[in-house]
């Protein structure tokens, strides 16, 4: 199985995922927070087969809240570090956030370290 993560703290918009790829090959799970998404990709390293693969559609600016926007809020760009310095599986990466240099610097760091964008 494949799994897709859409990370994202307010939208639910999965229409990348819908359009490109086969949904009943993959696996797809919304998460809202940094935190989370750590999380997952923590656990999903004990459990996923070598030849299964995985797609992260990022968002970078997570700190949406019911009472505004949480300034100290982790980010995309922080998810990215962490991959780069923790993660040993196969990754693929789409970045949907609307912030552009957020999302330029997020593709820059993946690139740089060998992920590929879908």
């Known amino acids: 199985m494949n799994y897709y993560i859409y990370l994202d703290d307010v939208r639910e918009d999965d229409t990348w995922f819908r359009q490109h790829l ?13 935190e989370e998404v750590i999380h997952i990709l923590d656990h999903m390293q004990d459990y996923m087969d070598k030849d299964e693969v995985l797609i992260l559609d ?49 593709r820059q760091l993946l690139t740089h370290y060998g992920y590929k964008e879908i």
């Open 58 to 106: 990022l968002d970078h600016d997570l700190g949406e809240t019911e009472d505004g926007y949480n300034e100290l809020a982790r980010t995309g760009y922080d998810v990215c570090k962490w991959i780069i310095e923790n993660n040993s599986q196969q990754l693929y990466f789409h970045i949907h956030s609307m912030n552009p240099v957020g999302s330029a610097n997020m």
């Open 22 to 34: 086969n949904t009943e090959h993959w696996v797809p799970c919304v998460v809202r927070s940094y």
